[in-house]
């Protein structure tokens, strides 16, 4: 991500402009894509822009070109706040939709793109292709709380979900219970798991090591390489009671099988999570974002959260928060 630009916004307000930020109904706000009025240039003249950038959608009163903190207090951010707290989780969706709209996190907001005073906000290009949204648009954002967003098939075409490029892996499970977020996402379940997205597998077998067992001795492991979609080019992991139905070097498609849940017939538990590369290791580990003492998945980590909350967008449930605040602030 880039640097954050401590100057220059959207002006907070749906045109006309009256000088406060119009939160509609359910706690929607549209940010306007006009350029701000109250802009002078000054310090950060080099660092313009017209998009709302996380920093910005959470900024405090004080800092120049932010409406007293308006849309901070209509989100909900802490009073005081500059920028958003790590995995507080917004919604978005175009203006007029009756979407429950996207569910984003901190990483999927840029810093605005400079030289540019009309963009609305600077969506992650992979949530900006859900929405169809090409940055200048009016859009309209809410506090998301525990609201998962919208499922893969809520959304019209004129707002696609994830759901149009990537497939519930366990459409076709059986007996699936959603567990915690660690480094991934844990499920108990039996039968068929698929793939995600069209992908390259880069590994799979059993007895793969690396503490992944959970009921069973299986210690299965499967990764993949997504070819397209908005996590494009990223590393998928599904590991524990898992008994891989594809081999390394093959090609699937989204909704094709890769693995059962293992022992066969039974029940048992699996992890699916982003991997830091085409082996069985977490990138929520790479980052960091485990817990450093007694069991590794107690923390709820940033990227087990990006993982559920992409998983919820296909319409698969999403993993069990428990309490816990997330630990990291990207993946």
């Known amino acids: 991500m880039a640097t954050i630009a401590l100057a220059g916004t959207v002006q907070l307000l749906a045109p006309p402009c009256s000088g406060a930020v119009v939160v509609g109904a359910g706690g929607w706000i549209t940010t306007g894509a006009t350029k701000d009025p109250t802009y002078t240039g000054g310090a950060y003249q080099s660092y313009y822009n017209g998009g709302l950038s996380y920093a910005e959608l959470g900024a405090a009163p004080g800092y120049p070109n932010y409406t007293s903190g308006l849309l901070a207090k209509a989100l909900g951010v802490p009073s005081g706040r500059y920028g958003l707290p790590a995995g507080f989780a ?183 999570g982003f991997a830091s590369g085409p082996g069985p290791s977490p990138e929520a580990a790479l980052l960091g974002q485990q817990a450093q003492s007694g069991d590794a998945g107690d923390n709820r980590t940033y990227c087990g959260q990006q993982m559920s909350d992409l998983l919820a967008q296909t319409g698969a449930p999403a993993g069990l928060a428990e309490g816990r605040p997330v630990t990291g602030n990207g993946c």
């Open 90 to 272: 917004i919604l978005v969706r175009p203006v007029g939709s009756d979407s429950p709209g996207i569910r984003i996190l901190k990483s999927d907001i840029g810093s605005g793109q400079a030289g540019d005073p009309h963009y609305t906000i600077d969506l992650h290009p992979r949530i900006a292709t859900l929405l169809h949204f090409n940055g200048k648009q009016d859009i309209e954002v809410r506090a998301a709380g525990n609201n998962l967003g919208a499922p893969a098939t809520s959304l019209d075409t004129a707002c696609a979900s994830a759901g149009g490029i990537y497939s519930d892996p366990f459409t076709h499970s059986h007996h699936l219970v959603p567990r915690r977020i660690d480094m991934g996402v844990d499920y108990d379940g039996s039968g068929e798991i698929d793939a995600l997205g069209d992908a390259h597998v880069t590994f799979a077998g059993t007895r793969i090591g690396g503490g992944w067992t959970c009921n069973t001795p299986e210690n299965g492991g499967i990764v993949y390489q997504l070819k397209d979609g908005p996590d494009q080019s990223r590393y998928v992991y599904l590991t524990e009671d898992v008994i891989p139905t594809v081999t390394t070097r093959q090609n699937v498609v989204a909704g094709q099988q890769i693995a059962t849940f293992a022992p066969p017939g039974g029940e048992g538990c699996i992890e699916i």
